[in-house]
């Protein structure tokens, strides 16, 4: 069992950046696949970007492929999302998860354990 506490979220202007933190407690964070979601107003929960428990590779929905990248530290048991170039398309709340049994995947479906989200709004 892991929790996850997400951080860093907070209001930009367009063009800014943000480095989002997702701290794990529990179990080492090599144990999971990690990935990070988020949800805007009125629309559901899209993929953003995923890594693989021992960070050799990524995956990027193309919405923020080139701006966003995901990393992550096990020994600190934290994964990051730096977002850049942010846009008013990129308003919402950012939500890392973490899976068990997929290394490595873009549906909420692989994921076993959410966090409570952190805010990221980027105004005009």
């Known amino acids: 069992q892991v929790q996850l506490v997400e951080s860093g979220g907070g209001l930009v202007q367009t063009g800014g950046s943000l480095r989002l933190s997702c701290a794990a407690s529990?179990?080492?964070?090599?144990?999971?696949?990690m990935g990070w979601f988020r949800q805007a107003l009125g629309k559901e929960r899209e993929f953003v970007a995923t890594i693989t428990r021992d960070g050799s590779s990524t995956y990027y929905a193309g919405s923020v492929k080139g701006r966003f990248t995901i990393s992550r530290d096990n020994a600190k048991n934290t994964v990051y999302l730096q977002a850049n170039s942010l846009k008013p398309e990129d308003t919402a709340v950012y939500y890392c998860?973490?899976?068990?049994?997929?290394?490595?995947?873009?549906?909420?479906?692989?994921?076993?354990?959410w966090g409570q989200g952190t805010q990221v709004t980027v105004s005009s």
């Open positions: 998860a973490a899976g068990i049994w997929v290394d490595y995947c873009s549906a909420t479906g692989c994921y076993n354990y």
């Open positions: 529990g179990r080492t964070l090599s144990t999971y696949t």
